[in-house]
T-cell receptor, first 115, second 115 residues
Framework: GAVVSQHPSWVICKSGTSVKIECRSL??????MFWYRQFPKQSLMLMATSNEGSKATYEQGVEKDKFLINHASLTLSTLTVTSAHPEDSSFYIC???????????FGPGTRLTVT | AQTVTQSQPEMSVQEAETVTLSCTYD???????LFWYKQPPSRQMILVIRQEAYKQQNATENRFSVNFQKAAKSFSLKISDSQLGDAAMYFCAYVSGGSNYKLTFGKGTLLTVNP
């Protein structure tokens, strides 16, 4: 149980375009979802926290207008990278927690390459 | 703010041997949870073991065990009978027992298993 999926697993887009990444909890209701960014050989950097039906809470230094997060249901959160630039190229990981649990279940990640 | 420190950027172990990864944390809270996550080359984050701060007994999961020293704020991971599949980046993580569920990660330890 506690499976989280992400789609797509790999995406290449042109500079200036937008790309959407989906994160789904497949077998549980995710009360809270998290979005991370990870550079090679580095730790995970939390970008934002989202709760179903509420606006996402962004970490300091993360541009909320560039990284749009929508948590429309208890099983789906989306991250849209708007007007992507090469410096946005990275590995993006989502995670989710269920009710009354402090354990986060991670998706497999999405590799974004902006050309 | 809570911090998690992993002082060993890289470790290596011979197959079938035992290795211990170090982790210390800083917090003023009494209610929290600690985790060790494994990130293999696939980059999928996998939960290895968890420890509730209120539990005195050290957590164990098959070949993985922790040495939780609450007063010293230390949370080391011992891997016994190391296998080639254990090669990965290992992250120590902390989450407060409050309501925000946010994980604080260490910088990680890259474990190499030599045949």
């Amino acid at each position: 149980g506690a499976v989280v999926s992400q789609h797509p697993s790999w995406v290449i887009c042109k500079s200036g375009t937008s790309v959407k990444i989906e994160c789904r909890s497949l077998d549980f209701q995710a009360t809270t979802m998290f979005w991370y960014r990870q550079f090679p050989k580095q730790s995970l950097m939390l970008m934002a926290t989202s709760n179903e039906g509420s606006k996402a809470t962004y970490e300091q230094g993360v541009e909320k207008d560039k990284f749009l997060i929508n948590h429309a249901s208890l099983t789906l959160s989306t991250l849209t990278v708007t007007s992507a630039h090469p410096e946005d190229s990275s590995f993006y990981i989502c995670s989710a927690t269920g009710t009354r649990t402090y354990e986060q279940y991670f998706g497999p990640g999405t590799r974004l390459t902006v050309t | 703010a809570q911090t998690v420190t992993q002082s060993q950027p890289e470790m290596s172990v011979q197959e079938a041997e035992t290795v211990t990864l170090s982790c210390t944390y800083d917090t003023s809270e009494s209610d929290y949870y600690l985790f060790w996550y494994k990130q293999p080359p696939s980059r999928q984050m996998i939960l290895v073991i968890r420890q509730e701060a209120y539990k005195q007994q050290n957590a164990t999961e098959n070949r993985f065990s922790v040495n939780f020293q609450k007063a010293a704020k230390s949370f080391s991971l011992k891997i016994s009978d190391s296998q080639l599949g254990d090669a990965a980046m290992y992250f120590c993580a902390y989450v407060s027992g409050g309501s925000n569920y946010k994980l604080t990660f260490g910088k990680g330890t890259l474990l190499t298993v030599n045949p």
